[in-house]
């Protein structure tokens, strides 16, 4: 059977990808920081637990993950944008946070990690003291 393939379809297809927020198989993240803490956020839909792995070195969190792939044998897609396979996502996350004390949560397909902020590098109130200035005698 021939396939007719209109070429400016796959021209779309093809850069259309390009204004994507994130390529795929790329983790979307969100980071913030919030009450001292440094938050960031991953969405991780369908993977499973015991398929993310987690460490930091050097400053940089790595945190990786498995989607398994799925049976396919008798499919004819239309269209297949769920990445499947193993993905990394590193973040250089600085000198600001104490990554000795690192927390990590996962619920609904989202994994939090929480990381405090340094004593020194936390936002701190400075006094300014008032200079009174002499009148000078003439």
Known sequence: MA???DPFTEIERTFGRLDRPWPSGMMPMDAF???DHFYLRF???GVDLDHIDMSIEKN???VTVERP???T???IWAMRERPTGRHTRQVRIGDMVDVTHVEADYDDG?????MPLREETKPRRIDINRRVLE????
């Not at 989202?110 to 929480?114: D, E, G, M, S």
């Not at 009148?135 to 003439?138: P, Q």
Request: charge should be negative.
């Open 3 to 5: 396939r007719f393939t």
């Open 33 to 35: 920081t919030r009450d």
């Open 43 to 45: 969405d991780l839909p």
């Open 60 to 62: 940089v969190l790595s």
């Open 69 to 71: 792939h799925e049976d």
């Open 73 to 75: 044998e008798g499919v």
């Open 110 to 114: 989202v994994l939090t990690v929480v």
């Open 135 to 138: 009148a000078s005698s003439a």
